[in-house]
């Protein structure tokens, strides 16, 4: 799933600080799965941005409403009846959200309610960690099933590097050596030939670096 | 090995048999030529390459090409450090031909600190192609004259091309397998992570001859004088992939005070003296860090002066 992260608080209240008539929308995709963006945050922020406004003494109206997903403009035309009430628009999806929204509301101002952090999992109750990098060519069988360029601090695709020490990366004691865990699991399972094969650069055409994505399945096109 | 790949004179001093001895100069975080030439001159004469840094530590110095020529400006043979994390392959590659046009005859190819380490950690990596990548490179340029992408390269560069190995991190049994990678995918010579566990080393030399690689690459044993307890304890704690036995540190803080740079002189003889012996072991690469002007010293009492001419 994507991860993401709730903005500070005053940050969001700068943001809109010039709003009187605010709607929250929150996703009941991915970021409601990482318990940052779905209909049970988006009232809490709802009901924080009305506290603030009536602390200030200020008229706010704050609406909420969570769609099925802001990554799909079928869902997205939802908010069609509603968002004309509003002044501003609070997406608390991930980083598409607000802007699937910006596109289809041009007129309405469209703020981002979260940092969007990186597509990963649970790794336990309440800590994600990252395992793809969305570079487009996915290779991972040849690293025991573990992507060195999501997880590498350096990408490597030949370490790992002198900076491994006690499984754990150069960065931070708190970030695991993808390539201690690659080495291991490959020794352990004697596959030690296949990491001795020199892996040639990767072409990141496919990446981020090829410039914008796009994906188009021609079976699939109207 | 006889065939001169660069022509280099620490290849030459390499395969003519000699026990090599490199040195190393990090270059000013700034324009100050003339501290560069006032540190590069002590090593004038006593050691046969000298390292150029690249933005060690992930924090910005003086180009090490541009350092590098300054060195051979001022009668010093340059080993230009390159590092994968501030250029993308364009640039290795156009940063290779420049070196190699300007005279730099000896490259050695590292992955590169982490940016978080150094004093621009909101810099954006790079990381494009890797440090065995770039071995390869180097020796795809040199060998067969082409660039990364297949199309040839009008005027080969003839590089000795230099990797580094760090016996010390881990997992330690994969270690030598990535040496011999190193290898195979073009590295000359080898210079190592400082060296203080010295079981733990000799233990990596015999894998790395049982498997012939000296055979097949010329490896120089890393070493760095400790200047104190502090500096000790910062490399055994801070520095990742650094081993410091605590029997070293025990050691140092038993000289007394004002005899630890000295004890430190002491141990980095010591391992020097094992080194000429060692096995596999085709010469020294002393990392003296800010301690230049100790360097004749050491040469002179490990006893490798007056340097080969080849």
């Given amino acids: ?222 | 090995m006889s065939e001169h790949k660069a022509g280099s004179n620490l290849e030459k001093v390499l395969s003519a048999g000699h026990f090599a001895f490199t040195g190393e100069c990090g270059p000013p975080q700034g324009a100050n030529v003339d501290h560069l030439i006032e540190k590069a001159n002590h090593l004038k004469g006593c050691v046969d390459a000298v390292n150029v840094t690249d933005n060690q530590t992930a924090v910005v110095r003086m180009s090490s090409w541009a350092a590098s020529i300054i060195l051979i400006q001022h009668g010093l043979e340059p080993n230009y450090q390159m590092v994968c994390r501030d250029r993308n392959r364009l640039a290795i590659q156009s940063d290779i031909l420049g070196a190699y046009s300007l005279g730099i005859r000896n490259m050695l190819c590292l992955s590169g600190d982490h940016q978080s380490f150094g004093n621009h950690p909101e810099s954006k990596n790079v990381f494009d192609i890797d440090s065995m990548q770039l071995i390869h490179t180097a020796k795809t340029m040199r060998d067969e004259g082409k660039f990364l992408n297949g199309s040839d390269v009008d005027v080969a560069p003839k590089l000795f091309i230099g990797a580094a190995s760090n016996p010390f991190a881990e997992p330690f049994d994969f270690r030598v397998y990535r040496l011999a990678k190193k290898i195979s995918a073009g590295a000359d010579f080898v210079q190592t992570q400082c060296i203080y566990n010295m079981d733990k080393f000799r233990e990596f030399m015999k894998r790395a001859v049982d498997m012939g690689l000296h055979e097949k690459c010329y490896i120089l044993a890393g070493v760095t004088p400790m200047k104190s307890v502090g500096m000790a304890l910062y490399m055994s704690k801070q520095v990742p992939g650094m081993d410091v036995p605590p029997s070293l540190v025990k050691r140092l803080r038993g000289a007394g005070k004002g005899k630890v740079a000295e004890e430190g002189i002491k141990f980095a003889l010591e391992q020097i003296e094992e080194f000429k012996e060692m096995e596999g072991v085709a010469g020294v690469h002393l990392m003296a860090i800010e301690w230049e002007h100790k360097v004749p010293e050491i040469a002179e009492r490990a006893g490798v002066l007056p340097r080969p001419v080849v």
Avoid at chain 1, 173 to 178: A, E, H, I, P, T
Avoid at chain 1, 190 to 202: A, G, H, I, Q, S
Wanted: hydrophobic share 35%.
């Fill in chain 1, 1 to 222: 799933m994507i991860v993401a992260e709730s903005k500070p608080i005053k940050e969001l209240l700068e943001m809109v600080k010039d709003f009187k008539r605010i709607l929250v929308v929150g996703c009941k995709g991915c970021v409601t799965v990482c318990n940052v963006g779905g209909a049970k945050e988006a009232a809490i922020l709802a009901s924080t941005l009305r506290i603030s406004g009536k602390k200030e003494g200020l008229d706010v109206m704050v609406g909420e409403h969570t769609l099925e997903r802001q990554c799909d403009p079928e869902y997205i035309n939802e908010l069609k009846d509603v968002i004309g009430d509003y002044d501003a628009v609070i997406s608390i999806a991930c980083g598409v959200g607000p802007q699937f929204l910006s596109e289809r509301y041009p007129d309405t101002k469209i703020f981002p309610g979260v940092n969007t952090k990186f597509m990963g999992g649970a790794v336990e109750h309440g800590v994600w960690a990252e395992r793809c990098a969305g570079c487009g060519t996915c290779a991972i069988h040849l690293f025991g099933g573990l992507c060195p360029i999501a997880r590498c601090s350096k990408s490597l695709l030949n370490g790992p590097c002198g900076g491994s020490s006690n499984g754990k990366c150069e960065i931070s004691q708190d970030v695991d050596c993808v390539w201690d865990l690659i080495v291991t699991k490959m020794m352990e399972q004697d596959r030690l030939d296949e990491l001795t094969v020199f892996r040639p650069p990767k072409s990141w055409t496919t990446a981020r670096d090829g410039g914008p994505r796009k994906m188009i399945r021609e079976e699939l096109v109207k």
